[in-house]
């Protein structure tokens, strides 16, 4: 085994300076405390210097998204099958073709998308339609006081009271920066509430149920807060 | 003449090996096109995060196994002289068994193992317990894997395609290298 012992150095310094020693521990030191101040250097540095924002964000090559998806396979968009289907406490259940979901009247926003694991994608420029104007056909009944969204990837579903999902910006959205939203990002048409994180947009919709009151939804059942408010929930500023 | 011990090699494939099984299930989960392509983002978050956590327990056993071997090894890398601090200063200075380059490069590349596997650690359990989610963790994760990438190019090119110093990777497979280049490379180290 005497070809195992490592060769030496072959130099003996008797006051060695350990930097290397000193570059490991502050390396660590330095990336252990970032858990606290990467966030806000980061935003700060995408958010106000906006030249360098500019620069970095087309290197990235995610664009800053990730996809999230709970089951084997992203579901398809198919124009000719897809409908948005309105039903629940309702008047008149309804269902909409893509055509005459995209005939509604049209809204734009621009508005930050914020992941609740602590990524966010700055000034998403979203096209779609507002909640009454879908609901406005089928006459959502009194007793409603809350909505709930199906995708089409199953069992993905979650729920807002009727006063979150009337908040100003909160949409549906067949569009996403001047195209139509891609199949990764829940084509053909997502909920969009960028007052809460992420899990809260529920991807691939097809079936909006009008309900009594909200219940656990896919994340929420895995214990993630029902009122998923940015920064003021799921452990976040509290 | 032998510059690497067997168990200096293994740590270092160990690594190595570890690296990119964890660069290429981490890409599935962080590139959109390639979360496409895949989906199942259940199965390949536990295939990374058990990666994960088998490199570490490889790196560890490799370690008990190189004892004091490897805390010899671990001295040599830490020590920096005059002349390691002269190289740096871009001077022509004789280097050791490990040129000052090498010894940076090895203490940030053990602190980072650290940081991926802590920031890896608060990713899986912060989605389970908010007491172990923080805003950063994720921008603590990705960013080491830019920079290691950073590093991993440079190292490739000295080892693989820089023509002066290409024979190195001899040494970390067959344990050997050229006696006329170690006196060239590393005048310094004078093996027993």
Known sequence: ?238 | MRRFSRVERLLHWVNALGFFFLLATGLILYLPSLSMLVSRRQTVQSIHFWGGVGWLGALAAVIVLGGRRLLTTARELESFDDDDLSWLRRRRAPQGRFNAGQKINAALTAAFTVLFGVSGLLLWFGEQDTRYRFASTVILHDGLMYVSLLLLAGHLYLALIHPATRHSLRGMTLGDVRTEWAAQHHAKWKPQ
Not at chain 1, 49 to 61: E, G
Not at chain 1, 131 to 136: E, G, P, R, S, Y
Not at chain 1, 159 to 164: A, E, G, I, S
């Open chain 1, 1 to 238: 085994m005497e070809m195992d012992s490592p060769p030496l150095a072959g130099e003996q310094d008797p006051h060695p300076r350990r930097y290397g020693r000193g570059v490991f521990l502050a390396t660590v030191a330095g990336g252990l405390s970032s858990l606290f101040w990467g966030k806000a250097a980061w935003d700060h540095v995408t958010g106000f210097v906006s030249p360098v924002a500019s620069a970095v964000a087309p290197i990235l090559p995610t664009g800053g998204w990730r996809i999230y998806t709970i089951s084997g396979h992203m579901p398809v968009f198919d124009p000719a099958t897809w409908r948005l289907k309105i039903g629940g406490l309702v008047e008149e259940p309804t269902s909409l073709t893509y055509e005459q979901l995209r005939a509604l009247p049209r809204v734009e926003q621009v508005s930050d998308f914020h992941c609740v694991t602590g990524w966010s994608v700055k000034n998403v420029h979203w096209a779609g339609v507002r909640m009454h104007d879908v609901l406005a056909q089928a006459r959502p009944q009194s007793s409603g006081h809350a909505l709930e969204f199906i995708s089409m990837e199953q069992p993905y579903i979650d729920y807002l009271t009727l006063p979150q999902a009337s908040l100003r910006d909160v949409m549906l959205a067949y569009e996403m920066d001047g195209k139509p939203l891609k199949q990764e990002h829940g084509a053909p048409v997502r909920l969009v509430i960028p007052e809460m994180y992420g899990y809260k947009n529920v991807k691939w919709l097809e079936q909006i149920n009008v309900v009594q009151k909200t219940t656990a939804g896919y994340w929420e059942n895995l214990g993630y807060d029902r009122d998923a408010w940015v920064g003021r929930s799921n452990g976040y500023g509290t």
